[in-house]
């Protein structure tokens, strides 16, 4: 607007130049023309110069006049540009008003729009909010009725806690009670009484007692120990294996780098067993697992895990004289190796038990444990030329003879010491042609007075014996004295029969599976499944 208001302002004064102008040439001619009547009359001579001077006069006269048209021709293109320019201005302005108008009223509308909206927002946050409203009143009665549950709660949560502290003391009652109980049967148990039937009865009570309501990380090894034994006295071996293998690893951690015996789980595995005095119990203990798994792996005819485990029972106990005697024998039973490691094996734990100072710890004295394991080394060299045996090439009777007299040096009364010298003296008698009538004659006498005695010993221990595995080779004992002397009203069959029964309560023979109950053969000195074993015996019984 400004802007319009400066152009009016120059063209006013453009124009208004323009009439003073006009003004001043007409007053100009107006005395030009009186002053030529004076000239004509005052001046007739200088009347062609005044011509003259009118013509030029007149010329510049036009040249005015021309001048004032295009002025005003100009004037009137500026007017009408200028008016133009004002029309075209209120047409913008009508338009743009018109624009402004359709713009407000879309806004209007749109703001209509809005303010409806805005409104039915308004009322649905004010329903909103009247339900909140609502809501808070029903949170502070949850709160009130929650606090209350709450309060109950707590309330059962300290019955529960005091009522969970009494079972858990009540649990660590029993845990301790189980685990010392393990602990004064196992104390009381030997390698020669443990299949006695006070110790089997102690077995299968604790097997079937509150042990079965506790898990295993609550049992000490003492307790696996005699899960263990029950079930191998059971003929249950793959029980008997698992629980044993359970006592090793539980009683080896004593062995490990983190092993401390403040341990506070000790107490209840362990209890009255001071922390001072753990490590060397459960090294003790690790040492009597061991044995037993491996003499169980032994009754299997597992004879390589059997002599690896009586290997690592003796780095427990370096004086375990029981595992060491079965080592040798281990090797000759399974037939794996030379027949000279066999021999080097017996010279070395023959050296080393001789070496070892006898303890009163030790259920058998030292004496029969080297009678037994002499037994074990003449065994390999005794020949029994009719039957199957083991390193047949290597049989010799006098070696046999040499080490079962070395037996009897150390123990006379042993029924199996003075068996193994009777028969070494009854083939001495039989097939030794070398000797003469009187030494054959003398053998022969000897040998069947030691069978006599020795079947009298027998008949008494058969009746202290219920394990069908020993029961059978007691049976197999007593009919080969009674082939092999003539006793009185006594029937090589009649026992053989014996053997039989006895067998009625071995575990069933499974072809398929390699781990089988093994029975010593008395007769060829090797373990027998019973099978093989049953075989033998009625190829003796139809010899007799």
Same mark, same amino acid.
């Given at each position: 607007?400004?802007?319009?208001?400066?152009?009016?302002?120059?063209?006013?004064?453009?124009?208004?130049?323009?009439?003073?102008?006009?003004?001043?040439?007409?007053?100009?001619?107006?005395?030009?023309?009186?002053?030529?009547?004076?000239?004509?009359?005052?001046?007739?001579?200088?009347?062609?110069?005044?011509?003259?001077?009118?013509?030029?006069?007149?010329?510049?006269?036009?040249?005015?006049?021309?001048?004032?048209?295009?002025?005003?021709?100009?004037?009137?293109?500026?007017?009408?540009?200028?008016?133009?320019?004002?029309?075209?201005?209120?047409?913008?302005?009508?338009?743009?008003?018109?624009?402004?108008?359709?713009?407000?009223?879309?806004?209007?509308?749109?703001?209509?729009?809005?303010?409806?909206?805005?409104?039915?927002?308004?009322?649905?946050?004010?329903?909103? *909010?009247? $339900?909140?409203?609502?809501?808070?009143?029903?949170?502070? +009665? =949850? @709160?009130?009725?929650?606090? %209350? !549950?709450?309060?109950?709660?707590?309330?059962?949560?300290?019955?529960?806690?005091?009522?969970?502290?009494?079972?858990?003391?009540?649990?660590?009652?029993?845990?301790?009670?189980?685990?010392?109980?393990?602990?004064?049967?196992?104390?009381?148990?030997?390698?020669?009484?443990?299949?006695?039937?006070?110790?089997?009865?102690?077995?299968?009570?604790?097997?079937?007692?509150?042990?079965?309501?506790?898990?295993?990380?609550?049992?000490?090894?003492?307790?696996?120990?005699?899960?263990?034994?029950?079930?191998?006295?059971?003929?249950?071996?793959?029980?008997?294996?698992?629980?044993?293998?359970?006592?090793?690893?539980?009683?080896? *951690?004593? $062995?490990?780098?983190?092993?401390?015996?403040?341990?506070? +789980? =000790? @107490?209840?595995?362990?209890? %009255? !067993?001071?922390?001072?005095?753990?490590?060397?119990?459960?090294?003790?203990?690790?040492?009597?697992?061991?044995?037993?798994?491996?003499?169980?792996?032994?009754?299997?005819?597992?004879?390589?895990?059997?002599?690896?485990?009586?290997?690592?029972?003796?780095?427990?106990?370096?004086?375990?004289?029981?595992?060491?005697?079965?080592?040798?024998?281990?090797?000759?039973?399974?037939?794996?190796?030379?027949?000279?490691?066999?021999?080097?094996?017996?010279?070395?734990?023959?050296?080393?038990?001789?070496?070892?100072?006898?303890?009163?710890?030790?259920?058998?004295?030292?004496?029969?444990?080297?009678?037994?394991?002499?037994?074990?080394?003449?065994?390999?060299?005794?020949?029994?030329?009719?039957?199957?045996?083991?390193?047949?090439?290597?049989?010799?009777?006098?070696?046999?003879?040499?080490?079962?007299?070395?037996?009897?040096?150390?123990?006379?009364?042993?029924?199996?010491?003075?068996?193994?010298?009777?028969?070494?003296?009854?083939?001495?008698?039989?097939?030794?042609?070398?000797?003469?009538?009187?030494?054959?004659?003398?053998?022969?006498?000897?040998?069947?007075?030691?069978?006599?005695?020795?079947?009298?010993?027998?008949?008494?221990?058969?009746?202290?014996?219920?394990?069908?595995?020993?029961?059978?080779?007691?049976?197999?004992?007593?009919?080969?004295?009674?082939?092999?002397?003539?006793?009185?009203?006594?029937?090589?069959?009649?026992?053989?029969?014996?053997?039989?029964?006895?067998?009625?309560?071995?575990?069933?023979?499974?072809?398929?599976?390699?781990?089988?109950?093994?029975?010593?053969?008395?007769?060829?000195?090797?373990?027998?499944?019973?099978?093989?074993?049953?075989?033998?015996?009625?190829?003796?019984?139809?010899?007799?």
């Amino acid at each position: 607007m400004k802007k319009i208001r400066n152009f009016y302002l120059a063209m006013y004064l453009t124009l208004q130049s323009a009439h003073t102008y006009a003004d001043t040439t007409t007053d100009a001619l107006n005395q030009v023309n009186n002053k030529i009547s004076q000239l004509e009359n005052e001046q007739k001579t200088l009347k062609s110069d005044l011509e003259k001077g009118q013509k030029q006069l007149t010329d510049s006269l036009a040249q005015m006049i021309s001048l004032s048209q295009f002025v005003s021709y100009a004037i009137t293109a500026w007017v009408a540009a200028i008016t133009l320019y004002t029309l075209i201005m209120q047409i913008t302005k009508h338009i743009q008003e018109s624009n402004e108008k359709k713009n407000n009223n879309d806004r209007i509308k749109e703001q209509e729009k809005n303010n409806n909206e805005l409104f039915n927002e308004t009322r649905q946050n004010i329903h909103a *909010i009247t $339900e909140l409203l609502q809501t808070v009143r029903g949170v502070f +009665s =949850f @709160k009130e009725e929650l606090d %209350e !549950k709450l309060k109950d709660a707590e309330t059962k949560n300290a019955l529960y806690d005091a009522r969970y502290a009494e079972q858990l003391a009540a649990h660590n009652k029993d845990i301790e009670r189980v685990n010392r109980t393990a602990i004064e049967i196992c104390s009381n148990i030997k390698r020669n009484n443990y299949r006695t039937p006070d110790n089997r009865q102690k077995y299968q009570e604790f097997s079937s007692g509150p042990v079965n309501k506790l898990n295993e990380d609550e049992l000490n090894a003492n307790a696996f120990l005699i899960l263990g034994l029950n079930s191998a006295i059971g003929y249950s071996f793959g029980s008997a294996t698992e629980n044993l293998k359970k006592a090793i690893k539980k009683s080896e *951690i004593c $062995e490990d780098s983190s092993f401390d015996a403040n341990d506070p +789980s =000790f @107490k209840l595995l362990y209890p %009255e !067993k001071p922390a001072q005095d753990l490590k060397k119990w459960l090294q003790k203990l690790a040492n009597i697992s061991l044995y037993y798994y491996a003499i169980t792996e032994y009754n299997l005819g597992n004879y390589k895990d059997a002599e690896e485990s009586f290997r690592k029972a003796i780095m427990f106990d370096k004086t375990d004289v029981k595992s060491m005697t079965y080592i040798p024998e281990a090797l000759f039973l399974a037939e794996r190796k030379q027949f000279s490691d066999v021999v080097a094996e017996y010279e070395r734990t023959i050296s080393a038990i001789e070496r070892i100072q006898a303890s009163d710890n030790w259920a058998e004295s030292k004496e029969s444990i080297l009678s037994q394991l002499y037994i074990r080394y003449g065994n390999c060299y005794y020949p029994e030329p009719d039957y199957e045996q083991l390193y047949k090439d290597y049989k010799d009777l006098k070696k046999a003879e040499g080490f079962y007299q070395k037996a009897i040096e150390y123990s006379k009364d042993f029924y199996i010491t003075k068996f193994s010298y009777a028969q070494v003296l009854k083939q001495k008698a039989d097939k030794v042609t070398s000797l003469s009538a009187a030494e054959r004659q003398a053998a022969a006498e000897q040998a069947d007075k030691l069978f006599k005695q020795i079947f009298e010993a027998l008949k008494i221990k058969v009746g202290q014996t219920d394990e069908a595995k020993i029961l059978v080779m007691l049976y197999y004992i007593m009919a080969i004295c009674c082939k092999e002397s003539k006793i009185p009203n006594a029937d090589t069959q009649r026992y053989i029969s014996e053997i039989y029964e006895a067998a009625r309560y071995l575990p069933r023979y499974d072809k398929a599976n390699k781990e089988n109950i093994r029975i010593f053969s008395p007769l060829t000195k090797r373990d027998l499944v019973y099978p093989y074993l049953l075989e033998e015996i009625e190829k003796f019984g139809l010899t007799s």
